[in-house]
């Protein structure tokens, strides 16, 4: 298979070899980023061509972590879009307990989780919405500002995972008076994060996600309903995948440069955790849970995979 789409705008539709109807597309500020990565780097080859690379003779097998029931449409093609097997992997769902140590200080401030866990502890089941962006996505201090205003102008429960820019300091980035005003209702936390754990926790009503692949399965897994903020990659048409399956709400941006205000923060949130609309996005994604989040089938499609292995070594 060629990859012909190389310019921006190439990647703002959806690809001629989908033979359904689909209006998956990055928006510009993604199909940029995108588009770059076909470009050749200073080694000569562009970061795709190394990718395409699976293509030839000595790779006999594409595996996905994912399984036919999560993307009905488009896992039957890979196989004839690769002209080789594409066998899930399943999931690879997480457990309900993880045995992490809470109390354990972190090494840079001295804090221990386990302070954030008593804080959830304290809160009512299902209000508090669970905030955290990764590690990889290129977050800016405007990013930071306008989602901590749009989180207070919400008026809900949070529990913010914030992995500061490179180079910048927390308390310089959220806006002056921010902590003091939620103090009673939010908590920013600026350390590591057991992220299963607080997922796992009777409080956490939803969570705000950049949609990559293994948080949005990790939601899967306990059937939140999410509110979407993605950056790179493939994470713009993973949220426009669950949006389209009624499980969340998209943050609105400027589709050219991605840009977004702390109003479509609040707004987002809102929907999902204050409105009406919010308890049906909910029961959707308790839904999703029922297909996505079985456990014994997800573990069978890795059986079956090892057994592929095992059949065809």
Same mark, same amino acid.
């Given at each position: 298979m060629a990859?012909? #789409?190389?310019?921006?705008?190439? !990647?703002?539709? &959806?690809?001629?070899?989908?033979?359904?109807?689909?209006?998956l597309a990055y928006r510009r500020h993604e199909?940029?980023?995108i588009a770059a990565a076909f470009r050749p780097n200073a080694s000569g080859v562009s970061d795709t061509d190394r990718l395409w690379e699976i293509e030839r003779p000595c790779c #006999? %097998?594409?595996? !996905?972590?994912?399984?036919?029931?999560?993307?009905?449409? %488009?896992?039957?093609l890979l196989s004839k879009l690769f002209a080789k097997p594409a066998v899930p992997a399943g999931l690879l769902l997480?457990?309900?307990?993880? +045995?992490?140590? +809470?109390?354990a200080a972190?090494?840079? *401030?001295?804090?221990?989780?386990? *302070? &954030?866990?008593?804080? %959830?502890?304290?809160?009512?089941? #299902?209000?508090?919405? !669970?905030?955290a962006l990764g590690s990889e996505a290129p977050i800016t201090a405007d990013h930071v500002r306008e989602l901590a205003l749009g989180l207070e102008l919400a008026g809900v429960r949070f529990l913010w995972a914030l992995r500061p820019p490179r180079q910048s300091q927390t308390g310089t980035l959220l806006p002056s008076g921010f902590a003091s005003r939620v103090a009673a209702r939010g908590l920013v936390w600026t350390e590591w994060v057991?992220?299963?754990?607080?997922?796992?926790?009777?409080?956490?009503?939803?969570?705000?996600?950049?949609?990559?692949?293994?948080?949005?399965?990790?939601?899967?897994r306990f059937g939140h309903p999410l509110v979407m903020l993605p950056f790179v990659a493939d994470q713009g048409l993973i949220a426009q995948a669950m949006a389209a399956r009624g499980i969340?709400?998209?943050?609105?941006?400027? !589709?050219?440069?991605?840009?977004?205000?702390?109003?479509?923060v609040m707004v987002a949130v809102r929907r999902v955790m204050v409105e009406e609309e919010g308890k049906v996005i909910a029961?959707?994604?308790?839904? %999703?849970?029922?297909?996505?989040?079985?456990?014994a089938r997800q573990e069978q499609y890795l059986d079956e995979f090892i057994g592929y292995l095992q059949r065809h070594r």
């Open positions: 990859h012909p #789409r190389t310019t921006t705008e190439d !990647y703002m539709v &959806a690809p001629p070899w989908i033979p359904f109807p689909s209006t199909a940029e980023w #006999r %097998l594409i595996v !996905y972590r994912s399984c036919p029931e999560a993307e009905p449409r %488009l896992f039957p997480p457990t309900d307990i993880v +045995d992490d140590d +809470d109390n972190n090494t840079s *401030s001295g804090q221990s989780f386990a *302070s &954030a866990m008593q804080w %959830l502890d304290k809160q009512p089941d #299902r209000s508090v919405i !669970y905030v057991p992220q299963v754990r607080v997922l796992a926790h009777g409080a956490v009503g939803a969570f705000l996600t950049h949609c990559g692949w293994g948080s949005t399965v990790e939601s899967f969340g709400v998209e943050v609105a941006r400027n !589709y050219d440069d991605g840009s977004f205000h702390r109003d479509a029961r959707k994604a308790k839904e %999703l849970h029922g297909i996505l989040g079985d456990r």
